[in-house]
């Protein structure tokens, strides 16, 4: 089975540009979550959606914003990008809501977003 | 709040020696404990997790965790490190609360590995 996968794998942007990130979840994974790794630092929460209702937010300005379709897919839109939001974009699925009490979470490979 | 600190950025061990990565966790309630390994370019994958059961978890690539709540710790281990094991290990715990769960990580510790 395929893992979760993520488009594109490198993005350059300029500053006050948007950016649109995608994500398929395995199959079968109801849960698509997004965190924001910056270089040198442990990777930090910013979307959970399940059952394309988000569930829980990290903080992140309004700038950041997601969306889950149908199909269990998902796309983590950026506005007025800044150079801090350079980072490695992680998207991660897994079966329930509450998936450390059964399905751990499932990372992809990322999108590296450098921001010039 | 639930937050993690792992002692030391870099860690460099001989191949063949023990390898000890430190996790000190802070939680307000029963923590859910987990660490996950990076290798360059990738995303991260789960070694293993304590859930509230056994407090001696042993994960994949022959690395296990020992849960000890009387010194807040969740420390990683593997008695002979090999070439392979040299990457970046995440300690995290899982917050629950208003319908999600999120896991909070720490900052890392890069494991090096000399031949």
């Known amino acids: 089975d395929a893992g979760v996968t993520q488009s594109p794998t490198h993005l350059i942007k300029t500053r006050g540009q948007h950016v649109t990130l995608r994500c398929s979840p395995i199959?079968?994974?109801?849960?698509v979550s997004w965190y924001q790794q910056v270089l040198g630092q442990g990777p930090q929460f910013i979307f959970q959606?399940?059952?394309?209702?988000?569930?829980g937010r990290g903080n992140f300005p309004d700038r950041f914003s997601a969306r889950q379709f149908p199909n269990y897919s998902s796309e983590l839109n950026v506005n007025a990008l800044l150079l801090g939001d350079s980072a490695l974009y992680l998207c991660?699925?897994?079966?329930?809501?509450?998936?450390?009490?059964?399905?751990?979470?499932?990372f992809g490979n990322g999108t590296r977003l450098t921001v010039t | 709040a639930q937050s993690v600190t792992q002692l030391g950025s870099h860690v460099s061990v001989s191949e063949g020696a023990l390898v000890l990565l430190r996790c000190n966790y802070s939680s307000s309630v029963p923590p859910y404990l987990f660490w996950y390994v990076q290798y360059p370019n990738q995303g991260l994958q789960l070694l293993l997790k304590?859930?509230?059961?056994?407090?001696l978890v042993k994960g994949i690539n022959g690395f296990e965790a020992e849960f000890k709540k009387s010194e807040t710790s969740f420390h990683l281990t593997k008695p002979s490190a090999h070439m392979s094991d040299a990457a970046e290990y995440f300690c995290a715990v899982a917050y629950s609360g208003a319908g999600s769960y999120q896991l909070t990580f720490g900052k890392g510790t890069k494991l090096s590995v000399i031949p």
């Open positions: 304590y859930t509230s059961a056994a407090t």
């Open positions: 991660a699925s897994s079966l329930g809501l509450k998936g450390f009490m059964g399905s751990p979470l499932h």
């Open positions: 199959s079968g994974h109801k849960s």
């Open positions: 959606y399940y059952e394309k209702e988000e569930r």
